[in-house]
């Protein structure tokens, strides 16, 4: 199935020219000039990614970034001219999956798009796949490796972006190991590893907030000085 990429880019030259490339790549793109119609673009249809610009006139970038992690959790790539630390950091925070500053190549572009995508959630499984799943329990959460959901106790479903997801599964299926950021910067990207490793620490926060694990005494994922992190619920495979 033909992967849908929506970008919203204010500038028409690197809109044209990330539209050129995602579409020779085989990609069906749609393009936005501003934020305002992002929310309707995501409604009208599946949208597996979507690739944008931080600085944009209406709305900024990271507003809507927020917007969209309330309720959807579509792959989102940042584009931007900022290239401060600091600002790499809030947009992973925030809910990116991945953040590239500009100028940049078409070819990188094309590179962080499949490393997300495949990254991203998988198709939804046909009945005959169910009784294949893979499932860990861990206090009162549910971790489904093959619908790549994650759901509390009562079954209410608590949505991860595919990072999240990744590093979650990274950790579980190694519980009571201590993992260093590179470890886990290769179990979540790969070869397309970010070239900063807060990305680990950014993405950890995110999660000890959605388990509800207290950041200043945790009981799931815990900090090892000068190690880096170490699952201490061992997750019983089902």
Not at 58 to 84: F, P
């Amino acid at each position: 199935m033909t992967k849908h990429v929506t970008i919203v880019e204010d500038d028409p030259d690197v809109r044209a020219v990330l539209a050129r490339s995602l579409g020779a790549d085989g990609y069906r793109v749609t393009e936005l000039a501003t934020g305002v119609g992002i929310e309707a673009a995501l409604s009208a249809g599946p949208v597996d990614l979507v690739i944008l610009d931080i600085g944009l006139p209406d709305i900024d970038g990271l507003t809507i970034t927020q917007q969209i992690r309330r309720h959807s959790d579509v792959a989102i790539i940042i584009v931007s001219g900022r290239g401060d630390l600091a600002d790499r950091i809030v947009g992973l925070e925030i809910g990116a999956d991945d953040y590239i500053t500009k100028p940049f190549e078409p070819r990188e572009i094309l590179a962080r798009v499949r490393s997300v995508l495949r990254r991203g959630r998988r198709q939804a499984e046909t009945v005959a796949d169910v009784d294949r799943r893979l499932t860990y329990g861990f206090g009162q959460w549910t971790l489904d490796a093959s619908a790549q959901t994650l759901a509390s106790v009562d079954g209410k479903a608590i949505a991860l972006t595919s990072g999240e997801f990744k590093l979650l599964e990274a950790m579980v299926t190694r519980a009571n190991r201590v993992l260093s950021r590179n470890q886990l910067m290769d179990a979540c990207y790969g070869n397309n590893s970010p070239a900063f490793d807060r990305s680990i620490d950014v993405c950890v926060g995110r999660l000890r907030r959605k388990l509800k694990d207290d950041p200043r005494n945790p009981a799931l994922i815990r900090t090892v000085r000068n190690g880096g992190y170490i699952f201490a619920a061992r997750g019983a495979r089902h």
